[in-house]
């Protein structure tokens, strides 16, 4: 199912921010109607646009992937000891749940490189462990703390924090 989410979270993105783009209301609500009923006989799941595609809910076989991308805070439902990045600005977020968690990507930009130290090093003072690749323009840090798992990607001043929160 997660490779399923992933493939039509790359459909769905494009498609809704051009229906997001569409200026006429009559215009909005028919391709709003069309997508929806397109991307819903290709997953077989139930699907809702809101706010002209900006924001996006697919539900099925237990699950549930919410894509906001009006959304520019940090998602407040997330545990207090996951760290933000004090640089950069919230430009879109993807709320997940199946039966066993929830995961939010949340995504930043512009971020400088600099920031993943400072967040590696507040992620350990908060309790996780941490694993960190580092490379010229991007890298990644890991940290676990119990169930609790982050995941931050970061490369040409974009960064995209995983956070995996069980139930």
Do not use: H
Not at 24 to 29: E, Y
Not at 61 to 83: F, H, Y
Not at 160 to 167: C, E, N
């Amino acid at each position: 199912m997660k490779r399923t989410v992933l493939i039509i979270i790359s459909v769905l993105l494009p498609i809704s921010m051009a229906i997001y783009s569409c200026k006429s209301n009559t215009q909005d609500k028919a391709g709003t109607e069309l997508a929806e009923k397109m991307m819903e006989q290709a997953t077989g799941s139930d699907i809702e646009l809101e706010n002209g595609g900006a924001n996006v809910t697919i539900e099925g076989n237990g699950e549930k992937v919410q894509i906001n991308q009006q959304a520019r805070e940090w998602p407040s439902e997330i545990l207090p000891e996951v760290p933000q990045i004090a640089d950069g600005e919230v430009i879109r977020v993807v709320k997940s749940e199946t039966n066993e968690n929830f995961t939010w990507n949340v995504y930043y930009k512009p971020v400088p490189i600099e920031t993943i130290n400072t967040y590696a090093d507040e992620m350990k003072a908060n309790g996780f462990e941490i694993m960190k690749m580092q490379m010229p323009k991007g890298g990644q840090v890991t940290g676990q703390k119990g169930e609790l798992v982050i995941f931050c990607i970061y490369g040409d001043e974009t960064c995209m924090i995983s956070v995996q929160q069980p139930k």
